[in-house]
């Protein structure tokens, strides 16, 4: 299975600062990456796929970059909305596997 | 838009199953992938696997696999997950989730989940 690991684990921060969140994957997954955001007590949100496509709908400020095995997600300046945790997930492999999740605390 | 939406939730004794259901709206369920993803109690999302009915293929986790089946009807437009052997680290919300390419890749939509209580 192809691990996903995120970092950091939670992240503590302020409105108006930029915010990043890694993905490291345990072998190459090319560009097949995809990151949501879940609330507390909902189903997760898709936010980016393909590494760096933003999902019609969703904000400008949120952004996707990477390929192989390290990716990020950016907050390019961060919003009250924004709290919740942030998966990524990718799906070069199955079975499809998630990152353990970063907190973001506001 | 699709909506899904999700049967409610389930007290289950260990060894027993349960079957979960998830009904579309907007969209023809056969048309796209579904995928079954849970979350345990505190933590984070864990893929059990998908289908893609116009292909007629499933694709289970291999620590799913003899205990999982996954399926769709058509007439109804629903899809269902059923988890035999049920033990305590069942215990989840169970979400399904579509996949608008039908390749279970990445997942547009989800249910609001199906909370599944295993106790004796």
């Known amino acids: 299975d192809i691990q996903m690991t995120q970092s950091p684990s939670t992240l503590s921060a302020s409105v108006g600062d930029r915010v990043t969140i890694t993905c490291r994957a345990s072998q190459s997954i090319s560009r097949w990456l995809a990151w949501y955001q879940q609330k507390p007590g909902k189903a997760p949100n898709l936010l980016i796929y393909?590494?760096?496509s933003l999902v019609s709908g969703v904000p400008s400020r949120f952004s996707g970059s990477g390929s192989g095995t390290e990716f990020t997600l950016t907050i390019s300046s961060l919003q009250p909305d924004d709290y919740g945790t942030y998966y990524c997930?990718?799906?070069?492999?199955?079975?499809?596997?998630f990152g353990q999740g970063t907190k973001v605390e506001i | 838009q699709v909506q899904l939406v999700q049967s409610g939730a389930e007290v289950k004794k260990p060894a027993s199953s349960v079957k979960v259901s998830c009904k579309a709206s907007?969209?023809?369920?056969?048309?796209?992938?579904i995928s079954w993803v849970r979350q345990a109690p505190g933590q984070g999302l864990e893929w059990m696997g998908g289908i893609i009915p116009l292909l007629g293929t499933a694709n289970y986790a291999q620590r799913f696999q003899g205990r999982v089946t996954m399926t769709t009807d058509e007439s109804t437009n629903t899809a269902y997950m059923e988890l035999s052997s049920l033990r305590s680290e069942d215990t989840a919300i169970y979400y399904c989730?579509?996949?608008?390419?039908?390749?279970?890749?990445?997942?547009?939509?989800w249910g609001q989940g199906t909370l599944v209580t295993v106790s004796s």
């Open positions: 997930q990718q799906y070069n492999g199955y079975p499809r596997t």
């Open positions: 907007g969209g023809t369920v056969n048309n796209f992938g």
């Open positions: 393909k590494a760096s």
């Open positions: 989730a579509l996949d608008l390419s039908a390749e279970n890749i990445y997942f547009d939509y």
